[in-house]
């Protein structure tokens, strides 16, 4: 069991629905075998962009990643997310910071194929993006599970007017119209043939008790992740590493290295691929040296050397040896001659460029 000390509270895009889940925590630590109390730490800036999303956009990523990044700076142990939407990233999430995320579809997939061992047919009550986005297929897998939505026949989607609409939970409405629509989403459910029902929007929870689904149960979500996070079952999962790859050795060397590295990376899908931040600067002063060290000069004026004998002017055996040992350097694949055969070489090369221009 993980000993964390404090918990980081990220609210998301449900703030009502936090509320919640704290007062559902603090009743499941007094349950058998959950930690002690943590200490909790709230954002101290809350989403105030629009209330239903038809996608998590760039804002709202950004906006749920720096308040990660802010708790990670404050030295809290884990973090809790209740917010459906921000799970829809949560791989993204976790892959950037250092801090375990307790994931509420980990304890929703947990409690589900606990408590109801033999269903198949999950009926889910989401927003359009949560849906369009495929969360819950990802976590409730077509093999074992058949996920039902409920079918805007009349072009209402029910649950997200409901949470989301003017008069909808989210803006303090828990009586009425939004329950009218929760309800007439779930009689549809049951009429697909679901044998239970999960919420996949954390204000449902604050209506659960008026929906009546009978004869199928409606998992309680919200009190299904206050227990999960009270028992602190969630740990960090293993963080993919990134290269870094600084291009100052050439555009060409770097694009040879990067094909080597994707071709030999047994991957069977664009996301196993190992994660490569490239630099390219060709203009690093110096580079040269820097990679060679300070014997490549004297190589450099021996190929010069080389350069003024095919002009007409011969050079020295020292040159020659110098020659040998530039070209053993340089190319691997002639490294076992030894410098006197390149020496031989060079004596020959030098004197035939010397009889040609006579």
Known sequence: MNRYRSLGVVTGAAQLASADVLCRMSAAWRRPGAMKPFDLVLEERSWHGPASQSAANATFKIHVFDTLRAFEKRGVDAI?????????????????????????????????????????????????????????????????????????????????????????????????????????????????????????????????RALDTRPVPLVDANLVYARYVAAAQFTQPERRFKVGVLGGVGPAATVDFMSKLVRNTPATRDQDHIKIMVEQNPQIPDRTDALLGPWHRSDARALRRLQDTR???????????????????????????????????????????VSRRA
């Open 80 to 208: 809790v997310l209740p917010c459906f939407l921000s799970h829809t990233f949560i791989d993204e999430l976790s892959a950037n910071i250092a801090l375990p995320v307790a994931n509420i579809m980990s304890a929703l997939s947990a409690h589900v194929r606990q408590a109801f061992p033999s269903v198949r047919r999950i009926g889910v009550l989401t927003s359009d993006a949560i849906r369009d986005n495929g969360l819950f297929e990802r976590y409730f897998e077509a093999a074992s599970f058949d996920v039902l939505h409920p079918l805007n026949e009349a072009g209402v989607d029910c649950v997200t007017s409901a949470v989301y609409g003017d008069a909808g939970i989210r803006s303090g409405h828990f009586y009425g119209r939004p329950i009218e629509l929760l309800r007439a989403a779930c009689a549809d459910l049951v009429a697909q043939g679901a044998e239970i029902i999960v919420p996949g929007l954390a204000e449902i929870g604050l209506v659960a």
């Open 311 to 353: 002009r007409g002017r011969r050079g020295s055996d020292r040159d020659s040896v110098q020659y040998g040992a530039c070209v053993r350097r340089t190319d691997p694949a002639v490294a076992d001659h030894s410098d006197r055969e390149y020496a031989d070489l060079y004596r020959r090369l030098s004197a035939r460029c």
